[in-house]
T-cell receptor, first 109, second 113 residues
Framework: EDQVTQSPEALRLQEGESSSLNCSYTVSGLRGLFWYRQDPGKGPEFLFTLYSAGEEKEKERLKATLTKKESFLHITAPKPEDSATYLCAVQANTDKLIFGTGTRLQVFP | DGGITQSPKYLFRKEGQNVTLSCEQNLNHDAMYWYRQDPGQGLRLIYYSQIVNDFQKGDIAEGYSVSREKKESFPLTVTSAQKNPTAFYLC????????????FGEGSRLTVL
């Protein structure tokens, strides 16, 4: 069965304290892995697409990486405005998009 | 500015009533989607449409209905047959061939009293 698991469920960081969020997956034929950011009470905002193992994408303090079994979202020197829930989604070869339950990140000044 | 507009943002409904959630996009996207978000669960697909006058059921279509009469509009009706309708509903759109890169609306929170 296709599955996406995100960890940890919640993460509290001090401003400037770098860390990583994990998205592990088991799908039949990966077509793409997607990261989203969601602020409370709002819709998700698309961040990155990764297609193959070894690929990396960067945007400001965020860097997403992909292996054959998991993806990491690295946050370097986070700021309070990075606080949000980060969602991972995987597209299998059936075209179906499977979302993880997200990691809620809180960054304190 | 291009985007997706959902309305209403908050909606209260009595049991047994149908309610329709609006979704309009001006991104010129072919595909539109409705997702449901519940605490502790990933987004679940209700219905999607790749082209005008055509739509398909997602994973949790029971108790919901949609229409796609215009490219810009994809309204969702939550019927009285939906057993647990209280949730956060998200509409999204994408370009053809980019089904993982979704543009989401701000969401509609439905509460059944």
């Amino acid at each position: 069965e296709d599955q996406v698991t995100q960890s940890p469920e919640a993460l509290r960081l001090q401003e400037g304290e770098s860390s990583s969020l994990n998205c592990s997956y088991t799908v039949s034929g990966l077509r793409g892995l997607f990261w989203y950011r969601q602020d409370p009470g709002k819709g998700p905002e698309f961040l990155f697409t990764l297609y193959s193992a070894g690929e990396e994408k960067e945007k400001e303090r965020l860097k997403a990486t992909l292996t054959k079994k998991e993806s990491f979202l690295h946050i370097t020197a986070p700021k309070p405005e990075d606080s949000a829930t980060y969602l991972c989604a995987v597209q299998a070869n059936t075209d179906k998009l499977i979302f993880g339950t997200g990691t809620r990140l809180q960054v304190f000044p | 500015d291009g985007g997706i507009t959902q309305s209403p943002k908050y909606l209260f409904r009595k049991e047994g009533q149908n309610v329709t959630l609006s979704c309009e996009q001006n991104l010129n996207h072919d595909a539109m989607y409705w997702y449901r978000q519940d605490p502790g669960q990933g987004l679940r697909l209700i219905y999607y449409s790749q082209i005008v006058n055509d739509f398909q059921k997602g994973d949790i279509a029971e108790g919901y209905s949609v229409s796609r009469e215009k490219k810009e509009s994809f309204p969702l009706t939550v019927t009285s047959a939906q057993k647990n309708p209280t949730a956060f509903y998200l509409c999204a759109s994408s370009m053809r061939g980019s089904t993982g890169e979704l543009f989401f609306g701000e969401g509609s929170r439905l509460t059944v009293l």
